[in-house]
């Protein structure tokens, strides 16, 4: 037999032995206790049995690196229609031997549609919001477990676990503070462990925020951090954001304003050099609001942000000067042709507006506010700005505007349904995406939002809309 011959003979014999369980005594590795309930043997080969079955190949037929959110089981957990017998499932699923080694899948390299079922358990099972499920999330988020879990898993356990909401805190704090702890380069689960503590009143994270903003440290956190460091009331760390402003002035920006305190004169300063630049566009709408909430009296930034929401572009500081020059010199036409100017409207300045005045804590400004984004979201013909405006009274506590947002979900028009569901969460677990395209609160929640996403979720004929709908079903019904 030649050298070629033999290879066909050989080669697939060996890519056959290194699929098969490990052996012992001449013989195949037992089953662990885990492995007799959900798998059988077929020669030397693993295969899924009954609940596991079920979930992949039976009722569901779930395919696990799709994402949970992709399998009906999820639907059902959150539905509260899951049969029972699955808790139990996803509870097995997430044990583990060892660290980051998961028991079901020990020695089964076959598994096939069953590989990876753990990040069904994780995802699916979370949405069940069992008590019994919590205890196992909790223990694989253990550092030994977290230290050897890839990106994708660790996502879906901080996601996972900040379903369960605030009446489980106390269990899932110390394992965000784990998280925070975990070394790694893909770091969305750090970002989400931190929109979790601030969530939850911790402050586990503070000594984290603050070496990632003075040394450096996960650099893809920074942004997260500044937020994080303002919502908890971190005084030290002003002067950081103060000296990082210019390079985030978003992000800093609003740091800065919300954390505010007595010592505000350097944080003004270069608030006030960023909108006097930038006075007369939308882009000066972040600093407008963090002034307004510093207290500084230098301009009427409440006029300018109550116009912004309106859609109207205030005038730069040197039209101002120019528009009060021509007025005073009693110059023909000039009050008509400045109050043609700041009529003029821009749906997207509006829309930008919205979201950044749900970042405001200026008590004095608020009704002012408040009646400008009630005027908007009145405006029908202006789809986003509208949707936008109502996302934004939620956030700020309005609950009248929870039922607008509701009546979105079935509006003819694409663009209102997407707003709709970004403002129940459905972006919730991306980092940052929620302080980009919702606001400070990131998620307006309701005892009426969950059925009305659940006949959405019956009416569309999209998955990847399905799956977003779903994932705000998750983030409003954790608030409840």
């Not at 405006?379 to 009274?393: E, H, P, R, V, Y």
């Amino acid at each position: 037999m030649n050298a070629r011959t033999l290879s066909k003979v050989w080669l697939p014999l060996a890519l056959a032995l290194v699929a098969l369980p490990t052996v012992a005594h001449g013989g195949l590795t037992p089953f662990n206790d885990i492995q007799k309930k959900y798998l059988e043997r077929e020669g030397p080969m693993c295969k899924p049995t009954g609940a596991l079955k079920e979930l992949v190949a039976g009722k569901y037929k779930c395919y696990a690196p799709a994402g949970a959110e992709k399998c009906g089981a999820s639907l059902d957990a959150a539905k509260g229609t899951l049969d029972p017998s699955f808790i139990p499932l996803f509870a097995d699923l997430l044990k583990t031997d060892k660290p980051g080694e998961f028991s079901y899948a020990a020695g089964c390299q076959d598994l096939t549609s069953a590989d990876f079922a753990h990040l069904l358990a994780i995802g699916a099972g979370s949405y069940a919001k069992s008590p019994a499920l919590l205890d196992a999330l909790l223990a694989l988020a253990s550092p030994a477990n977290l230290a050897k879990l890839g990106g994708q898993p660790r996502a879906e356990l901080v996601a996972a676990l900040g379903r369960y909401g605030e009446p489980s805190k106390a269990k899932i704090v110390p394992a965000l503070a784990n998280a925070l702890a975990t070394p790694g380069k893909l770091l969305d689960f750090k970002k989400n462990a931190l929109k979790l503590l601030a969530r939850f009143g911790s402050d586990e994270g503070v000594t984290y925020c603050m070496d990632v903003l003075q040394k450096d440290n996960d650099k893809d956190v920074a942004k997260v951090c500044a937020w994080y460091l303002a919502e908890r009331k971190h005084a030290p760390a002003m002067s950081v954001f103060v000296k990082r402003y210019e390079e985030d002035k978003r992000f800093f920006g609003r740091a800065i304003g919300l954390l505010g305190g007595k010592d505000t004169k350097d944080a003004v300063a270069v608030l006030k050099e960023d909108f006097e630049k930038n006075a007369g566009s939308v882009t000066a709408v972040g600093s407008t609001v963090a002034l307004l909430n510093l207290g500084d009296k230098s301009y009427d930034y409440a006029g300018d942000l109550v116009a912004m929401l309106r859609g109207k572009r205030p005038l730069s500081l040197k039209d101002r000067a120019k528009k009060s020059e021509e007025i005073k010199a009693k110059k023909k036409g000039a009050e008509d042709k400045w109050k043609k100017r700041e009529e003029e409207t821009q749906e997207d300045i509006a829309r930008a507006a919205a979201i950044e005045a749900t970042f405001l804590t200026d008590p004095a400004s608020a009704k002012k506010v408040d009646e400008a984004l009630k005027a908007t979201a009145a405006q029908a013909d202006w789809i986003k700005a509208s949707a936008g405006a109502s996302s934004a009274l939620a956030q700020r506590g309005d609950k009248s505007a929870v039922a607008a947002l509701v009546k979105l979900l079935s509006s003819p028009k694409k663009e209102a349904r997407d707003i709709a569901l970004l403002s129940f969460g459905a972006r919730y677990d991306v980092p940052e995406a929620f302080l980009e395209y919702v606001g400070r609160k990131g998620v307006v929640a309701d005892a009426t939002v969950p059925p009305a996403l659940f006949k959405f979720i019956e009416g569309e004929a999209k998955e990847e809309t399905r799956v977003q709908a779903l994932l705000a079903v998750g983030a409003v019904r954790s608030f409840l």
